[in-house]
Structure formats: C-alpha cells, structure tokens
C-alpha cells in the first residue's frame, strides 16, 4: 500500500496508520461478491431488488404508432407548403378506440392522445391549430410532416433487452416492466445481515437501568438503517463482554449470514473482546480509518461473511455505516456502482471546529437561505456519543482530511441524509 493512502492521526492501541476513507472504502469494496442465489417473485414485490437476469421485451412499446397530442390525423404530403389546408373530418381515434378507415387525400381524422394512428395517416396537427368549419378541418400554417406521432416500439422494441442484470428496481423500472406485460421478475436472493451489540453496561428497553448502565441504542439504529436498505436482518441481542460469549456469537453470526455488524468492543481496552476474537477466528482487512466520528473501526471476513466490528458510540456507529458498511452491503446485494451518495457545496452559518488529520463528519441542518444558497447550521453538541445531534440533523457536513477549522460563512460539502435510502 502507497504510504500516501494513510494518515498517522489515531493513537487508539491498534498497530498501524490509519486508512483514509475513500482507500478503506475500494478495500471493502474489493472483497465484496454479490451473492448467489435468486429467486423469482411479483414484479411489484421485485421493488427494491436486483434483476438477476436481463428482461426482455416481447413487445413494441407503445405496441401502435400513435398520436402524441389531441388534434388531428393526416397524411404530411396533403399540406400546403405553405398557408391553410382544408380537410374533411372522416372519424374519430380514441385511446382504445382505433378507427379502421383509411382517410384518403384531403381527409383526416379527429385524434386524442394515445389514440393508434389511422392507415395512411403520419401526422398529427394539435387542435389548437386547426379551425372547424363544419365537417371541414382547416389547419394553419407552419406544421411539419410526421410531427406529433409516436412510432411503435419507439420507448422498447419488441426483442429487445428492456432492463439489465443487475438494475436495482426503483419505482420507475417496476412501472418499464408492467409496460411490457411481464407479471413476475428473477431477482437476486437478499443479503442477510446478523447484528449484535456488545458490552456489560447495555440493558434492553423494557428493563430497569441499574447503575452505570445506559440502554442500547446502536441495535435500534442499525436496524433502522439495514431495514431502510431492504437486506434481511438477524438480531442477534446484546453479548456481554465475555471473550467466549463474544467468540460463540462470531460463529453463530457466520454460520447464519453473509454480513455480520458489530458495535462497541473494537478498541484495545481491557473488555473489548472483539478485536482479539476477530483477530483469532477471522481474518481482518484492517482496524483504523481515519474519520470521525469512527475510531476505532474493524473490517474483515469471518469464514464467508464480512465482518463490519462499528465503534460503540452511537454517532460512529451511524457515520461509520453509511459511509462504508452501507456501500458494502449495496454491492453485496447485487447494486451496481455502490458508493456513498454526492456531496453538494453549502455555506456553514456556524463555526466549526477541526483539526487536519481525520475526514469528519459532523452534523448539520440543511437549508436553503434567503438569497436561494443552500446554507448549513450545525445541530448542537457534536460529540461522538451525542445521537440527539444526529436525530436533529438532516444531513452530514463534510470536513475532509486537511481541513482546518471552519469559520461562519465559508463553504463546505454536505450531504443530505435523504440520499442514504
Ligand atoms: P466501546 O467501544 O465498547 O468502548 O464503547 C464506546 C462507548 O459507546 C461507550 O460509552 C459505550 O457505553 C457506548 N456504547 C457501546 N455500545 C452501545 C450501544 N449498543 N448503545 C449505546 N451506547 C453504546
Ligand atoms: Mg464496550
């Protein structure tokens, strides 16, 4: 590895620099295979999946050539080059409702949006062109032979692949594939995540806090955040701060999943048993990035499965998932191009504080300003155990590495949170 990839930042016990993001990022992303397996479901249960095969149509979409505009239908070589022309009104084309006659020189048909075009017809005039005098048509000046039509097949023709191996399926490609008639799609099988919590002071909601312990969050938030990304979860509770507890939960989680999600216990204190585990029954890519909130952060393979160790703060937690387990389990599912989403230049309205060294995320409200700038506040205290900050907040601001402090009205990067799902 380039020596330039790594930055000397974080003193948290483990051997090494610290990877900069974008680097631990391609290494992930290196390791990654989507899974195997498909199965074959409803096209409107497919939404959110990936096409585990390419789809082709075995119709022309639109199936007729028809008309774009509601007006009338004739043949483009009865205009006049230029002035009026007069036509006699022969029928009527509805959607639905073709007309079967074949207008002739100096016909045409009255014509709605979507409505086939008649035998010997090829353009369409809107009717906000057209004068009627009786039965008579009589369209203004200016138009052009073959405009307003529709030809068959023109969105999808007939044999042709309509959607690739490996599309996501958003609400539009869902829509592409009830245009073509299909009812059931392949998709790739779900990913299935185990996930688990570690550390003696955790208590489940429901049950009293005895001294010194705090409820765990983290498996709410990571649940959220897996749900939000349609994988399969496994829950797999809190494990206490055993190394044997921790050791049997590594090999429950990999026997049953293709991704496992720690939190807490990655740090080299006394208690913190998933480091060692991880180094003892698995194989890790490596410990540290240097981004913050996140350190310290483990990433390796248990047998087949990754393995995702977050930090035990609530906020790394967070960061440290969207920013890099996110992306992982996108291109294990099968997503094409994985990558965390595009950031945008914003103005801060507050200062904030940063020393080079770590990428940082920090936690903002994004808006946009009276001059129409998309302007930035940063949401109260922003510690790494502080999630209010990150409930109050609708997007990252994005420090990167070098960046010093930043004063009110500089320019940062932001990303917004509604990009993440
Ligand atoms: P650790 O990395 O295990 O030392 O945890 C770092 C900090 O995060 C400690 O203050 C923990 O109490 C806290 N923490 C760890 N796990 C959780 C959790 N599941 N929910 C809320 N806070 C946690
Ligand atoms: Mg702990």
Not at 20 to 43: M, N, Y
Not at 398 to 405: F, M, S
Request: hydrophobic letters at 40%; proline letters at 7%; aromatic letters at 6%.
């Amino acid at each position: 590895m380039n020596s330039k990839t790594k930055v000397d930042c974080c003193a948290d016990g483990h051997e090494g620099p610290a990877l900069i993001l974008t680097d631990a990022l391609a290494r992930i992303l290196a390791e990654v295979q989507p899974v195997a397996g498909s199965e074959t479901l409803a096209v409107r249960s497919a939404l959110g999946r990936v096409l585990a095969a390419d789809v082709v149509s075995r119709i022309n979409v639109p199936s007729h050539t028809n008309s774009a505009m509601d007006g009338y239908a004739l043949a483009g070589a009865g205009l006049a080059p230029d002035g009026e022309t007069r036509f006699e009104v022969i029928g009527t084309s509805a959607a639905g409702r073709p007309f079967h006659g074949e207008p002739g020189p100096g016909e045409c048909v009255r014509i709605m949006t979507g409505a086939p075009m008649p035998a010997q017809t090829d353009t369409v005039v809107m009717q906000e062109n057209v004068t009627r005098d009786g039965d008579a048509a009589i369209v203004g000046a200016g138009q052009t032979p073959g405009q307003h039509v529709r030809q068959a097949g023109e969105d999808i023709a007939a044999g042709n692949v309509a959607l690739r191996a490996g599309t996501y399926l958003m609400p539009a490609h869902i829509g592409v594939l009830a245009s073509i008639g299909v009812s059931e799609v392949a998709v790739l099988r779900r990913p299935r995540v185990a996930f688990f919590s570690t550390g003696d002071e955790l208590r489940n909601v429901g049950e009293p806090l005895g001294e010194g312990q705090i409820y765990d969050s983290n498996r709410y938030t990571i649940y959220g955040m897996l749900t939000r990304l349609g994988v399969d979860v496994v829950d797999m509770g809190v494990i206490r701060d055993d190394r044997d507890e921790v050791e049997r939960a590594f090999a429950r989680a990999a026997a049953e999943a293709d991704a496992i999600v720690t939190s807490g216990g990655v740090s080299v204190g006394d208690a913190d048993y998933v480091a060692e585990t991880l180094e003892r029954s698995g194989t890790i890519g490596f410990w540290k990035v240097a981004m913050k909130p996140g350190r310290p952060l483990a990433f390796g393979r248990i047998g087949d499965g990754l393995f995702f160790g977050l930090p035990g703060n609530p906020n790394s937690v967070m960061a440290t998932f969207y920013q890099l387990v996110q992306p992982a389990l996108q291109a294990l599912a099968g997503r094409p191009d994985p990558a965390p989403p595009v950031t945008m230049p914003a103005i801060s309205a507050s200062a904030l504080r940063k020393k080079p060294g770590r990428r940082e995320f920090q936690r903002g409200v994004l808006s946009r300003g009276p001059d129409g700038r998309l302007v930035v506040h940063k949401t109260g205290h922003q510690g790494s155990g502080v999630l209010s900050s990150m409930a109050a907040a609708n997007c990252f601001i994005v420090l990167p590495e070098d960046a010093g402090p930043v004063s009110e009205g500089d320019e940062v990067e932001v990303q917004p949170f509604a990009a993440f799902v």
